[in-house]
């Protein structure tokens, strides 16, 4: 269920960023939504504060917002108006605060712009592309184990195994595990999605293979039996595709400002102190 009214207090405080597009004119065809001592609000306006919410909030329709949307503007127009005329933008702190707000804006803009430019799908894809050939293939293994709570329940169902019985039925009956209804399957995994103790063991043993004795870690006891090896296979393009964009997003961003700084003259008058590095006044006294 969205409540709107829940929020009020966290919408009257977004960032001045998410704003910025607020004022700009809007087409003839905006129609106004309402009206504060004769300053129109536009459905624009409305939409860029809807758009500004997190994530969860946006899956209620718009229309069904729209009443708090609008109130919420309302209540920013008159706070606007108030502040204007306490002429709040002739003291220096707000002077200092609007001047680093529009620097904001700005730079947001030039980077939105530029990443916009550079970032096609044609270097998005090129980029996964060399991302995968820089991966090492990595190995796994497909694995059953049976999971009990001490060594004496281990070395039984190992004997069960060993005596010939199948060993995922032998996990389905003596295994504490989740996997225990299915017969203690784990699929594929990696060395490093398992605990070292377990990962060690598996890793170590062939297809058909069973290990000899009883593996312990923080989870129990464990009997593996690892039923396959393969190479993995590189993740498809789909499934990283977001995380690939993140990536190029900041190698453009910081070959942009790289690219800035070489034709600036830039003179650095005080190396900054390491974080929590405080600058010494004077020598400590001696003990």
């Known amino acids: 269920m969205f409540h709107f009214s829940a929020s009020r207090v966290a919408l009257i405080a977004l960032p001045v960023i998410a704003l910025a ?3 700009l004119a809007q087409p003839a065809s905006d129609p106004v939504v309402a009206r504060v001592n004769g300053q129109p609000i536009t459905r624009s306006q409305v939409m860029a504060v809807f758009e500004s919410l997190p994530p969860q909030m946006r899956q209620a329709p718009l229309e069904a917002v729209m009443p708090a949307l609008v109130n919420e503007m309302v209540a920013r127009k008159l706070i606007n108006e108030a502040a204007e005329k306490a002429k709040l933008d002739g003291d220096a702190k707000v002077k200092e605060q609007l001047k680093s707000a529009r620097e904001t804006v700005l730079q947001q803009a030039f980077l939105e712009r530029t990443v916009s430019k550079e970032l096609t799908d044609e270097r998005l894809k090129k980029r996964y592309d060399d991302l995968i050939k820089a991966q090492p293939p990595r190995d796994e293994v497909h694995a059953r184990h049976i999971l009990v709570a001490n060594e004496v329940d281990a070395l039984a169902a190992l004997e069960d195994v060993k005596k010939g019985q199948d060993f995922s039925e032998v996990s389905k009956k003596r295994s504490t ?3 225990a209804a299915t017969g203690g399957d784990l699929g594929f995994f990696t060395k490093d999605q398992m605990v070292p103790e377990f990962a060690e063991a598996a890793f170590a043993l062939q297809p058909g293979q069973v290990t000899q004795k009883p593996v312990k870690s ?3 006891w464990h009997v593996i039996k690892v039923e396959a090896r393969r190479t993995a296979p590189p993740p498809a393009f789909a499934d990283v595709s977001e995380e690939v964009r993140e990536i190029l997003v900041r190698e453009i961003i910081e ?3 790289n690219d800035l700084k070489k034709g600036a003259k830039i003179d650095i008058v ?8 405080l600058p010494t006044i004077a020598p400590a006294p001696k003990k």
């Open 270 to 277: 005080e190396q900054p102190k390491p974080a929590g590095q």
């Open 218 to 220: 923080q989870f129990g």
């Open 255 to 257: 070959q942009t400002v």
């Open 177 to 179: 595990g989740p996997t």
């Open 21 to 23: 597009g607020i004022a």
